[in-house]
């Protein structure tokens, strides 16, 4: 906490990323996390079944949190020069996971949409739209937590709500 006079106007009492012990790692794998999750869900055929494409999905996820969680603990020995102690491959396998964590809300929209018996073309664009969603408020977070204010916020806002319009598009053309 600041003692040294008052906060900066772009702070808020929500604690910033740094206050949270977020890594920057760890906040990009999220935003990467929800782009994949919209590439799956766009690329997912309608008639494969929800729980099948929620578990696609995930597993989707968990392959791209292995390979960068393999590719990011071979460039930490490699620039160490020694192997990776036990502690600190717990902290490059745990940086990835909000990879994984992006498809949660996605995954249990398509879910409670299997219950209720949704079709599947109309439950998949639903989660896309909610992954479009979450991509809009990450990119204002983020852009927040970096200080950006008025038409530079709301800029950097679009961009990564531009990512969730690219998805749809992708599934339009495909399907």
Do not use: F, Q
């Not at 929500?14 to 977020?22: F, S």
């Not at 766009?42 to 079944?49: C, E, H, R």
């Not at 979450?134 to 806002?157: E, I, N, Q």
């Amino acid at each position: 906490m600041r003692t040294d006079g008052p906060r900066p106007r772009h702070a808020a009492a929500d604690p910033g990323p740094a206050e949270r012990g977020e890594s920057l790692k760890e906040r990009a794998a999220y935003l990467y996390g929800l782009v994949i999750t919209g590439s799956v869900l766009a690329s997912a055929p309608a008639d494969l079944g929800l729980v099948r494409v929620a578990g696609l999905l995930g597993g989707t996820l968990l392959v791209y949190w292995c390979a960068e969680s393999y590719a990011h603990l071979i460039a930490a020995r490699s620039i160490a020069r020694r192997p990776l102690h036990p502690d600190e491959r717990r902290h490059v396998l745990a940086e990835g996971l909000p990879l994984i964590a992006a498809c949660t809300a996605p995954v249990v929209v398509l879910l409670i949409e299997a219950v209720l018996r949704v079709p599947a073309d109309v439950a998949v664009d639903i989660a896309l739209l909610v992954n479009l969603a979450l991509l809009l408020v990450v990119g204002w977070r983020m852009s927040t937590d970096g200080g950006l204010t008025g038409s530079r916020r709301l800029a950097a806002t679009l961009a990564a709500g531009l990512l969730g319009v690219a998805m749809i598009g992708l599934k339009l053309a495909l399907h």
